[in-house]
């Protein structure tokens, strides 16, 4: 028995619903607008909810099991369901971002609404599924009902079962921090490999052999990509995947509390969604919006305020040990308000001096760079880290030898913006604390952005930083920021799940290995070949690009050749784009420095030439409102000739293309800043063969030229 009703169409949005009593069907099959993804649903003979997916008939998601262990409830919300309504309907829409890697996203979905009554308990739980082309989102909903009130989540039981051994790119499971160099094996190797996966972090919290995190990359036998992840982290613990290695089935390990409990609830409540991105190319991955589109609209009315920054900094000379945080070397313990530093010693290696910061500044200026990223302005770096410290820093009070005033005049003065730095050592309860304070302060000197940073174990004590606890606080910031129209950098938060979306303001984060463990050693040569197709999935990084001495202060080398960091421009997607380096050592190579200053940040368009997680990545991009074209190309352990075509030009226009390479004994360890630079005329026939050198790549300028500028050049 069932009704049919149709509802008016809005914003090209249909429903129909069926309502099924107890259990009459137990069966739903989703298909994805084009018909080639298909999700089934149905229960078991126990009454478990269980899904699969197929991409063209191919297996993706085996038949996977759904629900939750509750916390002192005799009854889990695992099985014991029947169905009792169902709801269909199909969205289409296109809308503009803020800032992103196009200026139009389409939303296209077909979506599958299934309501379950558990029988012995009379609680209601619903699983939403959207089915995209390329992909599927679900999540679980709970009405506000008689039965269910307030609830605690003991784990969420949502399986993700393997059709066979993948190859997969992964980092260890770890409840405080992303930062580990990614680890290409099969997924029957991660039990033997965790060990030496996990390298010293200033916080860490594994918690399995074979836990792994999102956003997790694999490859299967028979030739696809699956990409697991979530999107709309809100209100919720970060989802682990943790694998049962001999079925070859993950199941979701969410972040616990202090005490251990994962989640709490009360109805109405809602997940995060939980996404499988699938395709027949690795460029199909990188392509997919699912995980912006599973989020909601922006909710800053006036975006106006947000606008995509390039800028340079005082950083890579702390990172490096050139320069230090701290201002004295006199006090082990600070106590903010008591500590007087007028009769203080000053190091001399302060690196945020007013002196030096207006280097940075002149430097900005004269390049047309956009901000400067001051770290270590403010009191209280002594005794920042390792100590528990709750009251470690107020966020206002600059040093002696910072001009705070005088700098945000001098930078007014020379058209560049500051961008302010907020380090909290972890200790959450205290940023918010200061938060009004501190972003008044920014406002009043003029500081757009603001970089936050949470490094060391958390504070409240006992807390992780993936926990539901601290997922609410980072959203906190970003909220409270927007309020003063401040832009977010967040660094050591919780990796990014399309939030952005929502919350625009939310312009970049870290959430995983960057440039800086490039001076702590050096991440993986193939390390930028992988991060797009995993950090990057749930939104920009601020991978802190641009180094042009591979041979740091410290001693540590930059695995990487210098046309793979003007590369990375343009693969590791941010509108919050830094050059690290010194300027000198841009000084020292300002032909290649001039991409650096002539690349977008904001973009039309975005194609994804040629794609292999761990060995080869080229993105082409076109400007907003330029019509340029620029081309990055960065490349794993191994010398590669790769081969692009230029179709996606205008067939009506030559153009001008300027390519920074690798020369042909380049190699990111013995001969790193081995490159050359040419000019060539190219149109929409044009093919470009190119040569990348192990840890290396190419970065390209595609603009429109007049003839006497073409004249003479090759013609590709």
Known sequence: MYTLISIPNRHRLSFVFLFLFWGTVQAQVLTSPSQTLEM??????????????????????????????????????????????????????????VWGEESQIRNHYNELMVELTQAATGRKMVIRFRAFDEGLGFRYEFPLQEKMGYFVISEEKTQFAMTGDHTAFWVPGDYDTQEYDFTESKLSEIRGLMKTAITPNASQTPFSDTGVQTSLMMKSAD??????????????????????????????????????????????????????????????ILASRITYNLNEPSKIEDTSWIKPMKYVGVWWEMITGKSSWSYTNDYKAIKLGETDYSKATPNGTHGATTENVKKYIDFAAK???????????????????????????????PYPDFDLKGISTYAKEKGVQMIMHHETSSSARNYERHMDEAYQLMKDYGYPAVKSGYVGDMLPRGEYHYSQWLVNHYQYAIEKAAEYQIMVNAHEAVRPTGVARTWPNLIANESARGTEYQAFGGNKANHVTILPFTRQIGGPMDYTPGVFEMDVFNGSHVNSTLANQLALYVTMYSPLQMAADFPENYDRFPDAFQFIKDVALDWEK??????????????????????????????????????????????????????YADKADAHFKTNPQAYEIRKVSVNSKSVLKEYSAPGGGYAIRIREASKEELKGLKKL
């Open 40 to 97: 089934k649903f149905s229960l078991s003979d126990r009454g478990e909810p269980v899904y699969q997916v197929n991409l063209n008939s191919l297996p993706v998601i085996l038949p996977s099991t759904m629900g939750f262990d509750l916390k002192e409830d005799e009854v889990d919300l695992l099985n014991g369901f029947e169905i009792t309504q169902t709801e269909t309907g199909t969205f289409d829409e296109t809308w503009t971002p």
């Open 223 to 284: 030739g696809l990509y699956i990409n697991l992840h979530e999107a709309a982290l809100i209100d919720y613990p970060a989802m682990h995947l943790e694998l049962d290695d001999e079925r070859m089935i993950f199941t979701s390990h969410l972040t616990p509390d202090a005490i251990g409990d994962k989640g709490y609830l009360y109805t109405p409540a809602q997940t995060p969604w939980r996404t499988i991105i699938v395709g027949k190319k690795a460029g199909d």
């Open 367 to 397: 390049h047309g760079f956009d901000g400067v990223l001051v770290e270590g302005w403010n009191v209280g770096w002594e005794d920042w880290f390792g100590n528990s410290k709750d009251y470690v820093f107020d966020f206002v009070t």
């Open 606 to 659: 975005s194609l994804y030439l040629e794609a292999e997680p761990g060995y080869y990545l080229t993105i082409a991009r076109k400007a907003k409102g330029t019509g340029e074209w620029f081309v990055g190309n960065v490349n794993g352990l191994d010398g590669r000739i790769g081969e692009i075509k230029f179709d996606f030009l205008d067939p009506q226009k030559t153009y001008l293309a300027e390519i």
